[in-house]
């Protein structure tokens, strides 16, 4: 476990590096304090700038990304009202409130305190776990690995969304564009349908791209969506905000309750780690059991201390989580690790249980970069938070053009070719009509990714030896598949008595 | 609604899988092929989209009786008002799209930028001079950042 973090810190502790994840964090922050701009669509637009890169480096600058964009939510929630992400909309309960009775400084540095030691809780979390996740997981065959994919994919299709039945529609959907291009085994060409266009396949990134930015940028310029921009820059409350953050008292003020901290940390780290769980999951899971345990639950809504650092713990301590099954097993737990590992793939290097013994240098700076990170999203926040809240004053009509330009720019730098701006434009259509709709997004983008490794892992189990039984003989491979049966069953009961509850009391 | 015509149009991508999925090399694999995955995937993703139209197919028929108030002209209007900026800017980025190879990076960038920012934001010379000055200073700072660094070969048309 510590040469892992030896290897790291080799890996990140130089200057280049560290200016490199500087910048990630500050790119996150601005990114995830802008209303309707998610830190899925902040780091994808940042993987093409990583191209130049070494791996490590890279990857360090995603980490930098998405530990700001987590945290950067925290400062529209608290002074406006308003997340600046999904992971934040917990935060507004009690930020906004206290930053209202006059305390917005101590409202912000809470935050940041909670979101900063949050973060090292899930470190830690990571580094115990993940290796030995991986290890175990070396006992995998073909078998355990495509049920592990199927459980995975109904966990997301069941977690996200309104119906479990639209979650795994969007997931086969993911699969069945997957299977467009070369076959993973053979590399015979499939459903080109001769175009030239799809005979190199439908890129993953491609698909990232356009479902997450294109469709959301979409979103934001309907007619009632501008108006209620509008309705925001009118009142803006930021502008004439003072307050001053007194960072070592309020640290003092977070540390005297250190089982919250705690509690909403863990709880964060393990809903990260469940595929398709996120932070906007974990944000209220937290907020919601903090208020339970609390002594003081009335005080809760009011702009309780003990509320803005149960939910910005939560959030930030996904990311540790979310990186679990992503190191260990090669399975991204969002789309924003997604993201992290096709970074990888970018340089050749292939995630999965083997990735800790392959590349441990790689895995040791994925951690240190964590940990960097965190340090920097701490002074850079303290240090900068006036100036970053000046950022939500740019207007819609200029974000929406530049951020088009740079899909447009992300997509054609990862392969050169201009066909796949085609692809761009009809997957930014098709995840419009998914979100409008309600056909969640994470499980497209996880079915593309995990596809080609499923087929391979389907293939391979049946060149070992052609017989279907043994899917559900072995017995790590039977648990995966009952987990995934339970997750659909679970989630269906789930909803049925909602809505039993929901006829009960008109 | 909507969900019908999303259901039928991923049977028929489903359908089309499927169907296309027959005629691979065979090579000695003795169960699977390169096409069986594929089906597979259909074949299950025909089967969902299938139970979702018939589920909100029911719905639909259900609330038919209660169904009122908005009439297709006064909904059409609606979608046209709401809808007028998505329609607008999706139109313009499939142009600019085709004929960033036709045209040229640097000219089909600049010019997206400056329209697509007009037709969001205010129409005013002071906005027309702000994109203007933003469309230029980003396209050129991407394109010389990207070709130095990366040695990314831009599309270049007629113009650049």
Redesign the interface.
């Known amino acids: 476990m510590f040469d892992l973090l030896y290897l790291g810190i080799a890996e990140i502790f130089q200057p280049q590096v560290l200016l490199i994840i500087l910048l990630g964090v500050i790119a996150g922050i601005i990114t995830g304090l802008i209303p309707g701009f998610t830190v899925a669509m902040a780091i994808v637009l940042t993987l093409p700038l990583t191209?130049?890169l070494d791996p490590v480096s890279g990857v360090a600058a995603m980490i930098g990304v998405l530990v700001g964009g987590m945290s950067g939510g925290l400062i529209t929630a608290s002074l406006l009202g308003i997340p600046g992400t999904p992971s934040a909309v917990a935060t507004t309960f009690d930020g906004f409130p206290m930053a209202r009775n006059g305390q917005p400084g101590k409202a912000l540095s809470i935050g940041i305190w909670a979101s900063f030691l949050s973060s090292i809780v899930s470190l830690f979390l990571l580094v115990a776990i993940a290796p030995q996740i991986a290890s175990f997981a070396l006992m995998f065959g073909p078998w355990e690995m495509f049920a592990l994919i199927v459980a995975a994919l109904t966990i997301i299709a069941s977690v996200t969304g309104e119906s479990v039945?639209?979650g795994?529609?969007a997931g086969?959907?993911g699969?069945?564009i997957a299977?467009v291009g070369a076959?993973p085994?053979?590399g015979?060409s499939?459903?080109s349908?001769d175009f030239a266009t799809l005979r190199a396949g439908i890129p993953f990134l491609v698909v990232l791209i356009g479902m997450f930015a294109?469709s959301r940028?979409?979103e934001s310029?309907?007619?009632?969506e501008?108006e209620k921009d509008q309705q925001r820059r009118l009142e803006d409350k930021a502008k004439d905000v003072q307050f001053v953050l007194r960072p070592i008292a309020t640290l003092k003020q977070v540390m005297r309750k250190p089982v919250n901290l705690l509690r909403s940390s863990s709880i964060g780290a393990i809903v990260g780690a469940i595929p398709g769980a996120g932070g906007s999951i974990a944000n209220i899971i937290a907020y919601d059991q903090a208020k339970k345990w609390s002594k003081t639950p009335d005080e809760f809504g009011k702009g309780h201390d003990e509320g803005v650092v149960a939910s910005e713990a939560g959030n930030n301590s996904t990311v540790g989580g979310d990186l679990i099954p992503t190191v260990a097993l090669g399975i991204p737990g969002s789309a924003v690790t997604a993201v992290l590992l096709s970074a990888l793939m970018v340089h050749g290097i292939n995630p999965g249980p083997l990735l800790i013994t392959n590349e441990p240098n790689i895995v040791g700076g994925i951690f240190v970069a964590f940990l960097a990170a965190s340090f920097f999203m701490l002074v850079v926040q303290f240090t900068g938070i006036k100036y970053f809240i000046r950022v939500t004053e740019i207007?819609?009509?200029?974000l929406?053009?530049?951020i088009?330009?740079?899909c447009?720019?992300g997509t054609?730098?990862l392969n050169?070719r201009?066909t796949d701006?085609?692809i761009?434009?009809l997957m930014?259509?098709v995840g419009?009509?998914?979100v409008?709709?309600k056909?969640t997004l994470a499980p497209v983008i996880i079915g593309v990714i995990l596809g080609p490794i499923?087929?391979t892992n389907?293939?391979r189990a049946?060149?070992n030896e052609?017989e279907w039984t043994l899917f559900f003989t072995r017995p790590i491979s039977l648990t995966f598949l009952i987990i995934a049966v339970l997750s659909i069953v679970f989630t269906i009961w789930q909803a049925r008595r909602a809505k039993a509850k929901a006829a009960a009391q008109p | 609604m909507g969900e019908i015509v999303i259901g039928v149009f991923i049977i028929i991508l489903a359908i089309l899988i499927y169907t296309n999925s027959g005629d691979f090399p065979q090579l000695e694999e003795p169960v699977l092929d390169a096409g069986s995955y594929p089906r597979l995937i259909a074949v299950i993703l025909a089967i969902l989209a299938v139970i979702l139209i018939i589920r909100k197919g029911m719905e639909l028929y259900k609330s038919q009786a209660e169904r009122s108030g908005m009439g297709i002209r006064a909904y059409t209007a609606y979608v046209l008002k709401e809808y007028k900026l998505v329609f607008l800017i999706l139109a313009m980025f499939a142009v600019y799209v085709g004929l960033i190879d036709i045209i040229g990076f640097i000219v089909t960038t600049i010019a997206f930028i400056i329209a697509a920012g007009l037709t969001v934001g205010p129409t005013t010379k002071r906005n027309a001079v702000v994109m203007s000055i933003v469309a230029v200073v980003l396209t050129l700072g991407m394109y010389f950042f990207f070709e130095t660094a990366l040695h990314v070969r831009f599309p270049t048309g007629i113009l650049i």
């Open positions: 191209f130049g039945l639209k795994l529609i086969m959907f699969l069945l299977t076959d085994i053979s015979i499939r459903f349908f294109v940028l979409m310029i309907q007619t009632s501008l207007p819609a009509h200029v929406v053009p530049v088009l330009v740079l447009v720019l054609f730098v050169n201009v701006l085609y761009l434009l930014g259509i419009y009509i998914f409008k709709y056909f499923a087929e389907l293939r049946y060149m052609p």
